[in-house]
Nanobody, 127 residues
Framework: QVPLVESGGGSVQAGGSLRLSCDVS????????WGWFRQAPGKEREGVAG???????SYSDSVKGRFTVSNDNAKNTLYLQMDNLKPEDTAMYYCAAALGYKLTISTMLGQAVSNYWGQGTQVTVSS
């Protein structure tokens, strides 16, 4: 596995903001899609937000309008700006890099030719 390294998680009150970062330099040359997934205790991993080499983004309905995914190619860094956080956003957040055709957060897990993951960073939102 190619290691991706997340940072920026933490604890925040509802309505607050956090920005997650992910160093994707280890996967830059063999990926054309990058994104964020999350997994809460007892739940399946779900796609949150993603971006491809053309800058096209995709978001889950639960975060649309509150989260923004972006990347800085010069720094090989992927970001997830999370605003207006809710207690239901509490989860372990994972950065992912993948190679495939027109991937989105809905298709990546099933259609990527290859994918790479970080170790995760915890986000906890209190009410």
């Amino acid at each position: 596995q190619v290691p991706l390294v997340e940072s920026g998680g933490g604890s925040v009150q509802a309505g607050g903001s956090l920005r997650l970062s992910c160093d994707v330099s280890q996967a830059t040359y063999n990926s054309n899609w990058w994104g964020w997934f999350r997994q809460a205790p007892g739940k399946e991993r779900e796609g949150v937000a993603g971006i491809d080499t053309d800058g096209s983004t995709s978001y889950s309905d639960s975060v649309k309008g509150r989260f923004t995914v972006s990347n800085d190619n010069a720094k090989n860094t992927l970001y997830l700006q999370m605003d207006n956080l809710k207690p239901e956003d509490t989860a372990m957040y994972y950065c992912a890099a993948a190679l495939g055709y027109k991937l989105t957060i809905s298709t990546m897990l099933g259609q990527a030719v290859s994918n790479y993951w970080g170790q995760g960073t915890q986000v906890t939102v209190s009410s």
